[in-house]
């Protein structure tokens, strides 16, 4: 048997990952959570590692955050971004690793960016954390000891070098993140005896290679770490969150830096950096697929040790391009240093780019920065590599930025999203610079950064006047009637104007005008009822001399609304649990098909529906299973996503409503040779229009 249920709109939600644990009340990590950064949900990005320590079991764990830095449970509606937290307290031992499909491909270029919190301890931090690549035969039970070993460094008990490095993490590569200088001369508290280490530092070799250590003392023998390209940072444990950038290419060069973004702002900084050119033979791995995460450990001082991840370019590859092009002047690129007049149509447009990864982009919300000394048009539109073009007002403002959220994600099969906005150049009294600034697009598994942009308006040196402009307001139907009067303090060479007129953007009119100094030129157009829309329609009129400068004047046309177009009632078809037939057979829904529109506004009305595909819970495909019948007799019209009229008709005070009788309307076409037994769903879309009176 299988059951069929198509509905009107469907939204599933679906959520895989790591598990999680309750975490205890600390002050300071109630502050680490409230002024945590922007970041990237990590469902079925890592895993809890394994590993042991002398009995202690894995502290490491995965917390869910809601947009103001509360703990959610994971998979809840309100989830906006993760953390790893790998310790918190004295004696602890911490690793969290990809999961299998988050590999790390030592033959790609990758470019991570996260956000790492060191806790408020100050001098009296420990240990710290490590960023870890390896390919140890334990994967996720791979764990070394507490302390100064952060979980990946050997143990050291004051054997010789290989001993300790037979402890450590095989076949691996680290970057340690030290918040606690070991510096003592002793077994297990020496490994940071060194006059190249300060204090906190970064610094990387590979753990499991006896070369990395040296054994040292007398009497009492210990090892140091051979800390390899360290860079010496302030105390780590400040209480702050610290912006690091893992720059690794396919060469095996892993370029690392520390501040390069300040965590109140999101302003770049110059940070401390150092490389380490990896040897990829230590990884001992054909295919160059290695598990990487992080360990952290701590001894008798400690602190919250905690990361965010900003970008993981193995999980989505993309760029964002920011261009701006002075549309007046044949769309001119101006992004870098150009200049435009005042009045001049200006384009910014944003290009989102997916290159490759193992996710799609998902749930992108794009935060435009509002250029100065434009002014933008209320609309603007996303445009999808699959031709969907969607609009969004540029006056919804967040923080100072005009924000959007995708509609779609992007991905292989649907890889650039272009988003265009339109404004016109502000009147300015001297030549102006304008910023767009770097724009943000964050998504659930990336956060990408666009180019800025900056060029300059002119200042006008021909005086123009438009007088006579204003708003109107009409019923619809009606056209509209405007008119202007355009004068210049200037006497022409050829005494010439070109005056351009465009409504709500779109351009209307290109004409040339001669003008006399001492009799303005009457400007007048009739637009015609059809290219208006209900409610504010933007007249703009816009004049030049052919020699760069112009003016631009706009007014409003308000088309009143004297009536309704309302879609108020349609039903799911559910076609019920039925059996597979044995030939080709038809199904009317349970509950026959009904509608019950509203269409008032004086005009034409259109209702018509387009359906997705019949899809099974195991994603199979019944093709061409919709189907709509006017009548009995009449041939059958397959539903998909072409648009098909059931309904038209005029205006009228009265409601429509329409019961279609059995074998009519939108029926179920099932074949034998395609079902399955399973349940199956798809997804109608039903659209009325309206086209008013001339």
Do not use: C
């Not at 109630?30 to 002024?35: G, R």
């Not at 970041?39 to 917390?63: D, H, K």
């Not at 509360?70 to 509606?77: D, I, K, L």
Request: glycine fraction near 8%.
């Amino acid at each position: 048997m299988m059951k069929i249920l198509i509905v009107t709109s469907i939204m599933i939600a679906l959520t895989l990952g790591v598990g999680s644990r309750t975490v205890s009340a600390d002050a300071d990590y109630d502050t680490a959570l409230k002024s945590s950064p922007e970041a990237l949900t990590l469902t079925g990005i890592f895993q809890t590692g394994t590993g042991t320590v002398s009995g202690a079991s894995n502290v490491a764990t995965v917390v869910t955050l809601d947009a103001k830095g509360n703990v959610v449970p994971e998979g809840s509606t309100t989830a906006d971004k993760s953390l790893v937290k790998i310790t918190d307290a004295q004696k602890q031992v911490g690793s969290e690793w990809s999961t299998p499909n988050n590999k790390f491909d030592i033959n790609k270029d990758n470019l991570t960016t996260m956000w790492m919190y060191f806790g408020n301890a100050g001098g009296n931090s420990g240990d710290g954390m490590a960023f870890v690549l390896q390919n140890d035969a334990r994967g996720t039970a791979a764990i070394s000891g507490a302390g100064q070993a952060l979980g990946v460094w050997g143990v050291d008990n004051g054997g010789w070098e290989s001993t300790v490095a037979n402890s450590a993490i095989k076949n691996s590569w680290a970057l340690e993140f030290d918040t606690h200088r070991n510096g003592d001369s002793g077994a297990g508290s020496g490994f940071d005896d060194l006059d190249s280490i300060k204090d906190n530092h970064l610094a990387s070799t590979y753990p499991g290679t006896a070369d990395s250590y040296q054994r040292n003392g007398i009497i009492n023998k210990y090892n140091k770490l051979g800390h390899k390209n360290i860079i010496n940072t302030a105390k780590l444990s400040n209480g702050k969150w610290w912006h690091v950038t893992l720059d690794y290419k396919s060469s095996g060069l892993m370029t690392y830096t520390i501040g390069d973004k300040d965590p109140s702002t999101g302003a770049a900084l110059a940070g401390q950096t150092n490389s380490f050119n990896i040897d990829k033979s230590k990884f001992d791995s054909a295919s160059g697929q290695l598990t990487w995460g992080f360990t952290g450990a701590t001894g008798s001082n400690y602190e919250n040790n905690l990361v965010m991840f900003e970008k993981i370019s193995s999980l989505v590859s993309a760029d964002a391009v920011q261009k701006v092009t002075d549309v007046t002047q044949n769309n001119a690129d101006v992004t870098n240093s150009g200049t435009v007049v005042s009045g001049d149509e200006v384009n910014f447009q944003s290009t989102l780019t997916y290159k490759d990864g193992k996710q799609d982009w998902q749930k992108i919300e794009a935060l435009l920065q509002v250029p100065n000394d434009v002014t933008l048009d209320k609309e603007a539109t996303i445009k999808y590599a699959d031709g969907t073009i969607q609009k969004f007002d540029t006056t919804k403002v967040t923080n100072k930025a005009i924000s959007a959220v995708l509609s779609k994600s992007l991905s292989k099969t649907n890889n650039t999203a272009t988003i265009s906005m339109n404004g016109t150049a502000n009147t300015v009294t001297s030549d102006t610079k304008v910023a767009s600034p770097a724009s943000a697009f964050n998504g659930k598994n990336a956060m990408i950064t666009s180019n800025a942009a900056a060029f300059t308006i002119k200042a006008s040196q021909q005086r123009f006047t438009i007088t006579g402009l204003v708003n109107q307001t009409i019923n619809v139907g009606q056209a509209a009637k405007v008119a202007a009067s355009i004068k210049t303090d200037t006497i022409l060479e050829d005494n010439v104007l070109i005056v351009t007129t465009k409504l709500n953007g779109a351009q209307l009119s290109d004409d040339y005008i001669e003008l006399n100094k001492l009799d303005p030129y009457p400007y007048s157009e009739t637009i015609p009822a059809n290219k208006l829309k209900l409610g504010d329609n933007t007249y703009t009129i816009r004049v030049d001399d052919g020699y760069g400068d112009s003016k631009t004047v706009q007014s409003t046309i308000t088309v009143k609304d004297l009536g309704k177009i309302d879609l108020t009632t349609v039903n799911d078809l559910n076609f019920g649990t039925i059996p597979i037939p044995q030939s080709t057979t038809t199904y009317n829904p349970v509950s026959a098909m009904n509608v019950e529109l509203e269409a008032s506004l004086p005009g034409s009305w259109n209702l018509g529906v387009e359906g997705s595909d019949v899809v099974g819970t195991d994603g199979s495909i019944l093709k061409g299973a919709l189907i709509y019948k006017d009548s009995v007799n009449a041939a059958e019209t397959v539903v998909n996503s072409n648009s098909l009229t059931i309904l038209n008709g005029q205006s009228s005070p009265s409601k429509v409503t329409k019961t279609w009788a059995k074998d009519t309307g939108i029926l179920l076409k099932v074949k034998p040779s395609e079902v399955k037994t399973q349940s199956y769903k798809a997804t109608i879309n039903w659209t009325l229009s309206h086209t008013p009176t001339e």
